[in-house]
């Protein structure tokens, strides 16, 4: 069994020799658990966090 | 989408610490430093949720060029989402995925642990092995592999997480991760 790295260089080559596919559920998650999966999904938290930043960036008084 | 290519680790790795971003290497790539041989084709970090960290965090991404990945969407496609890069948007993302030009990176916030919890930053930084590579002497802050990999895939949904535990169980068995992280902390100088 190999030993624990001794190198970035070393560790690089594990990666570059085993690293295999990604999977489809490698995805981006937000904290209320919707899968950003689609385009339409990330376009729908796109509009969410843009309608924050207006929010944040609406002067107060 | 184009397939993955496997992560850049030296560019990522410099990059976070160029812009002091409080991370930890967790997922296939700490695995692989511990031996294991069951891996994505991407580089996973656990990073602090601080937002000073996650403005560091956004620049690494746009640093990188990163892109949101998308499952279904081309390369060119994913890149003209009108994704900003900002520390809202990362604050917002449990788990957020990127292509950048070092390769796939994931940024989480926390992972499942054993017991139906989850550790964040803080709870995996102390048993964390603290690899310094180099002749800058880089520090690396490497997710124990008997805390974090065995009981969070353990209690993953995920097919190729179940798939990985036989070995990475191998590995503990072979041997001891306390002696590890000994090993690093009386090396040559110490």
Known sequence: MSEFVKSIEELQERVNR??????ADDVSITWDGTRLDSK???L????????DRATTATPEG | MREPRPPDVGRIVEALNRHGVEYLLVGGVAAAAHGARRLTADADTVIRRTTDNLEATAAVLQDLHAYLLVDGLSDDEAKALPVQIDALALSRMEISTWR????????????????GTRRNYEDLLPRAVDAT??????????????????RSKRWS?????HEA??????????RDSH???AEREAGPGR
């Open chain 2, 133 to 150: 590579y180099g002749a800058d002497r880089t520090i690396v802050h490497i997710a124990a592999l008997d805390y974090q990999h065995h």
């Open chain 2, 100 to 115: 950048t030009d070092a390769g796939d990176l994931d940024v989480l916030m926390e992972i499942p642990a054993g017991d």
């Open chain 1, 44 to 51: 729908a938290f796109l509009d969410e966090l843009a309608r």
């Open chain 2, 157 to 161: 949904n995920r097919p190729k997480d």
């Open chain 2, 165 to 174: 535990l036989p070995e990475l169980r191998a590995i503990l068995n072979a």
């Open chain 1, 40 to 42: 339409e999904k990330v």
């Open chain 2, 179 to 181: 002696s590890v992280v």
């Open chain 1, 18 to 23: 085993y690293a295999r596919l990604r999977t």
